[in-house]
């Protein structure tokens, strides 16, 4: 399929998702990545990119077709051109000469010239480059591609995120104003002192100001995800509260596009090595012209204006001799950048597989975190309600009430980071194997 069609099949796409937007619809994390690749602004000029470098490579190889070019002058002579004559071509003396005006004063002259390259090694490693600055275009866009999936899918589980703690949030809000309309309950009856409602008045407070700070975070992180995605601002976006995590099986380590792109890149500039290395050799070309050139005189009796043909063809051959040596300092340039490319090869290899290292044992540990913070949170809620029981029946303290909640509060925290840091690390484990891109399928 061209990328014609492919960004045809995008724009049909990203209309439909656009009107599921419209109708207030919930934004998957896969509606958003589908409509990012039609809509981005990043990912549209990658793909003018691509089609550059082929407008590129169509120009290279035009080199190859013959230029034709059409020349015509006019030239009126106010003063007609002096020639010396020798003297003896009239039976004067030998050696001598004599100066004579010749032509007429109106001369016209058309003609079109043919320039066809035979052989120039010049023309043809141009065209072997730009081929693969073509394909260095489309690992780029592929790359960008990579790193919109990338930022969406982070942003999109911030997003994620925040919901949850709006909602911890509001419950632990609903609890603390529960416990606060019972102490003023028993305040009323003298049977608490007033400082243990200020205690709660003041907890909640607290968590009033965090919800809405959490609110604030919520809705820049949506205009984020907005703007990736390439809707407007005002639009409504609503995205799933369910966040999915399950345990995927190992990553199959594929090829990485920072390695093809440093493959290619050192492709690149051996064309561009052994271009400059043919720019010694020889170039044939062909070239030929066709035209006509007219007299004219326009004195009285003899007005005239002729026309006479004047046409050849031939071959042209240029041999390069002597460069002043920048030649051979372009070719030294050129072998100390595939040097630098081949280290830079290596570097990125051993990087990633540290890295594609690194990420897996974080991914397990932040698992085993997950699986602790819930047991954490069940516990922190048994206790938090056995001391809520405890305090209505009077052997429980207010303090250690508090304290049962900021303890709940604090596991559902942990809980929350740590499914935040397991689907980072899993994420960046996706792209340093070079399976992220299966996430716009």
Known sequence: MSIHRQCLCLVLFGLIILSFSANGQTWSLQQCID???VNNKNLQISRNNIKLGTERQGEAKANLLPKINLSADYKYFLDLPYQLMPQSAFGGTEGQFKEMQMGVPHNISTSIQLTLPLYNPQIYGGIKSTQIAVELNELQYEKSEEEILFEISNIYYNAQILLHQQHFIEGNLANTQKLRKNLELLYTQQMTKRSDVTKVVLQEEQLETQLELVNSNYKQVLNALKFLVGISFQDDMLIEREIKFDVPAAYTHLSIVDLDLALTQKELLKSELQTLKNSRLPTVSLFGSYGQNGFGYNEEPNEFLEFFPSSFTG????????????????????????????????????????????????????????????????????????????????????????????????????????????????????????NISQQKN
């Open 315 to 434: 071959l042209q051959l240029t041999v390069p001799i002597f460069s002043g040596t920048v030649t051979q300092r372009k070719i030294k340039q050129k072998k100390i950048e595939i040097e630098n490319s081949r280290l830079q090869l290596q570097n990125i290899a051993e990087q990633n597989n540290m890295l594609v290292e690194n990420a897996r044992r974080k991914r397990l540990v932040t698992k085993q975190t997950i699986d602790n913070t819930l047991n954490q949170i069940d516990l922190a809620e048994t206790v938090y309600h056995d001391m809520l029981l405890q305090q209505k029946e009077g052997t429980s303290s207010l303090t250690e009430v508090l304290m049962a909640d900021n303890a709940l509060r604090e596991a559902q925290q942990s809980n929350l980071s740590a499914i935040v840091d397991y689907l980072k690390v899993d994420l960046e484990l996706k792209k340093l194997t070079g």
């Open 35 to 37: 409509t990012a690749l």
